[in-house]
């Protein structure tokens, strides 16, 4: 079956750049929407960003400055870079895949989540 | 965008029914059935429970059921168990093609 697998350093340093790969197993990135997803130590959900595996995005408003979303087909893979981080960036960071369907216009997302990665702590400390 | 509004807490008894409510506004919940539901452990990554406001996975026991009524959504579980006991978020699509998460509601099973 599918599975999705965060990869990337577990300390960054503070002003420095995050950086994560989601790596899809099982299956094909082809055709479908992934996203990032991230939960600060004993908080809620924050949204990140989507990408299609065409290489459209899509950004969290409050995040948008800092975020950047890319996929590499060959590698079956796409990655977060989230600049200029602080201590608030601390958080296990998740990546999803968002389900499709197919219809005569070709693949279009449903707005869910219907895969999830295990997620990967990501502490932001000199 | 603003998170959606969850109750932080709720609780209920082996067997009895809960319900966890989910406020948006007409850019979010009430103006798409884009509304989803995950349950997550402690530990563990969120796991789908209900999608576009009332269907469920394969898989999810008919325990869990959605609805929704103007710009809140509420997740209702009945019967319920010890392996309940989580917590559980909602999610939105928006008008500007973004997701926003609820803040999040902590099950307790007394």
């Known amino acids: 079956q599918v599975q999705l697998q965060e990869s990337g350093p577990g300390l960054v340093k503070p002003s420095e750049t995050l950086s994560l790969t989601c790596t899809v197993s099982g299956g094909s990135i082809s055709s479908y929407y992934w996203s990032w997803i991230r939960q600060p130590p004993g908080k809620g959900l924050e949204w990140i960003g989507y990408?299609?595996?065409?290489?459209?995005?899509n950004y969290n408003p409050s995040l948008k400055s800092r975020v950047t979303i890319s996929v590499d087909t060959s590698k079956n893979q796409f990655s977060l870079k989230l600049s200029s981080v602080t201590a608030a960036d601390t958080a296990v960071y998740y990546c999803?895949?968002?389900?499709?369907?197919?219809?005569?216009?070709?693949?279009?997302?449903?707005?869910?989540?219907?895969?999830w990665g295990r997620g990967t702590l990501v502490t932001v400390s000199s | 965008q603003s998170a959606l509004t969850q109750p932080a807490s709720v609780s209920g008894s082996p067997g009895q029914s809960i319900t966890i409510s989910c406020t948006g506004t007409?850019?979010?919940?009430?103006?798409?059935?884009?509304v989803s539901w995950y349950q997550q452990h402690p530990g563990k990554a969120p796991k789908l429970m209900i999608y576009?406001?009332?269907n469920r996975p394969s898989g999810v026991p008919d325990r869990f059921s959605g609805s929704k009524s103007g710009n809140t959504a509420s997740l209702t579980i009945s019967g319920l168990q010890a392996e309940d006991e989580a917590d559980y978020y909602c999610s939105s699509y928006t008008s500007s093609s973004t997701q926003v998460f609820g803040g999040g509601t902590k099950l307790t099973v007394l």
């Open positions: 990408i299609y595996y065409s290489g459209s995005t």
């Open positions: 576009e406001v009332s």
């Open positions: 999803a895949r968002f389900a499709n369907y197919y219809d005569s216009s070709g693949y279009s997302p449903y707005w869910y989540f219907d895969l």
């Open positions: 007409s850019s979010d919940v009430g103006g798409y059935n884009y």
